[in-house]
């Protein structure tokens, strides 16, 4: 029993990383039925960035710990949303009335230039987070000892979930990214500008690959330029699970999938851990491809 | 058959045959190198450039050929050359079986489930799946393959083995497109509504296209295993799958001349110019965004027969010849 927690606890921790990027994934494909596939690339620049601001500015010095975690999460989100949105404007836009499949070889282009421009600025080795940055203390919950970076890991991407939730459905902005997602045409008419919603779509889900990214960093101490290749399909798993162009179902497809993973790593074989996910993913999509909270009827043709 | 193309296709022949005495043994692997990518390529494109399915999962049935031959020549012994149908049947079967509930899904679904049963192929390699395939070592140890009583060792003597196929798989694959049921590919790529309504069974000629171009991924894995005489997992990763799909995008989906010169370009240019080696990928993903906002259908496009005015012009005076040569009789 006291595994099984400990799991569904680390599966919850990794599931939140997932969400954060699967939300990417879905608000892009809701307004342009485009998969991002550059997209987990961003979240690695997310973790090498966070890396280079804390070892250059000497953050943690200046602030103290949380401070620093504050700013530098700012900062990587901030950097990680501005490539987003020049990768949109460079990649994506000129192919915005191609058909379909420029427009996908031309996001696995841009995956395959940024995370190897990645290798050729840092190298092909792992790159390695300052140790000791977070107190190495176990918080006990329910009679468990949990480490508390991981449970900051779950704390800070249910917060930031909770606020895109908020924003999507409760300001006026947000309501113009719903109308854009569901009908473009009739967006234009009612006078939103849909350039610049797909800009902000392609601001906030890097932003939030990029502060996912931060959190691996954080989390496992390390990265590695081919990381976001991994992340990102399994993040595509959660938001497909959850529902595609569905935000709430990119946070459940998430946290499930986390779950599934460690449960799965612990129960059957960790040998085959990035295998369950895959067959997860090609479960859904020949028996619900609509995900599991997804109203959105799939194209058939 | 026009003339030109028949002195071009010879000249390429002549040039091909005479390419060992003209190169040292590291270009000839290089050219071999070109040689497999290309007819992997030509699979791929049966597939994507011909159907219109997005495929990148292509290692997964190179791999399953691969290691076919492999099992079956060091655990039975079986003559490396007598797998290769044996290959290219288990890589088409297997091919059927994953890809039947999957067919129908739409381009880019279809790309992400191929990714995930690529991997998931690689990672039961990996993990030794029924104790065959040897774990992330792989199997090695593969004897080398023998040609009527002659055994074939040397880069040129694999040189004119690899080429004789890729010259067998262009002249049959381009026989294929002409046929019968590569229209049938070509209309269902270009409007699938209208080749169901006209009576064309969609999921099968999907299937069997995507079937097809597996069976030959699997042969070229033959030829691949008795080359390397050693194969691991390594050999067979996603970045595999991309490079096989950026050779056929980068040449022309659906033209063969294309997807060979983009073989050309994708192995051999690397190879060309050393310090260009590891920013290799970063490349090939910013051609990949250019080309697709400049030049979509690739360097040399496949060329479709065109309506023109000369034609219906010549139409009318044949029409108008004919009963006159019957009058005449």
Known sequence: MEQFLQQLINGLAVGGIYALIALGYTMVYGVLKLINFAHGDLFTYGGYLGLTLLTSFALQGHLG???????????????????GVVLERAAYRPLRESPRLSAVVSALGASIFLQNTLMLIYGARFQVYPEGLLPQVAVSLFGLQVPLIRILVVLASVVMMTALYLFVQKTKVGTAVRAAAIDQGAA?????????????????????????????????????????????????????????????????GGLLLGVIEALGAAYISIAWKDAIAFCVLILILIVRPTGLLGERVAEKV | MNGRLVVAILAAVALLAAAPFALDAYWLDVLNSVGLYALLALSLNVILGDAGLFNM??????????????????????????????????????????????????????????IGMGEIVRIALVNDVFGLTGGANGIFGIPRPVVFGYKIRKPAEFFYLIWAFVLLTVFLFDRLEQSRFGRALTYLREDPVAAEGSGINTVRYKLAAFVLGAAWAGMTG????????????????????????????????????????????????????????????????????????????????????????????????????VPRAEAAK
């Open chain 1, 188 to 252: 234009r008419l009612m006078g939103i500008d849909v350039n610049k919603v797909v800009s902000l779509v392609f601001l906030i889900g890097p932003a939030l690959g990029g502060a996912a990214g931060l959190l691996v960093g954080l989390y496992y101490g390390q990265v590695n330029f081919t990381m976001g290749w991994i992340y990102g399909m399994k993040a595509f798993t959660a938001a497909i699970l959850g529902g595609i162009g569905n935000i709430p179902g990119a946070m459940v």
């Open chain 2, 222 to 321: 033959t030829l691949y295993a008795a080359k390397m005489t050693i194969i691991s997992p390594e050999s067979f990763s996603f970045w595999e799958s991309v490079v096989l799909f950026l050779i056929v995008i980068l040449g022309g989906a659906g033209s063969i001349p294309g997807v060979i010169l983009g073989a050309v370009l994708v192995v051999a240019l690397p190879e060309a110019f050393r310090g260009f080696a590891t920013a290799r990928m970063a490349v090939f993903g910013l051609v990949m965004m250019v080309m697709m906002i400049f030049r979509t259908q690739g360097l040399l496009p496949l060329r479709r027969p065109r309506f023109r005015e000369r034609d219906l012009a010549r139409a009318e005076v044949t029409r108008a010849e």
């Open chain 1, 65 to 83: 710990t949380f401070g620093a975690i504050a700013i530098l999460t700012a900062m990587v989100m901030g950097l990680v949303g501005i490539m």
């Open chain 2, 57 to 114: 999962g292509q290692a997964a049935f190179y791999a399953v050929g691969a290691y076919t031959t492999a099992i079956l020549s060091t655990q039975l012994h079986l003559p490396v050359l007598w797998t290769m149908p044996l290959a290219g049947l288990a890589a088409a079967l297997f091919a059927a079986v994953v890809a039947r509930p999957v067919i129908h899904l739409r381009g880019d679904y279809l790309l992400i489930v191929t």
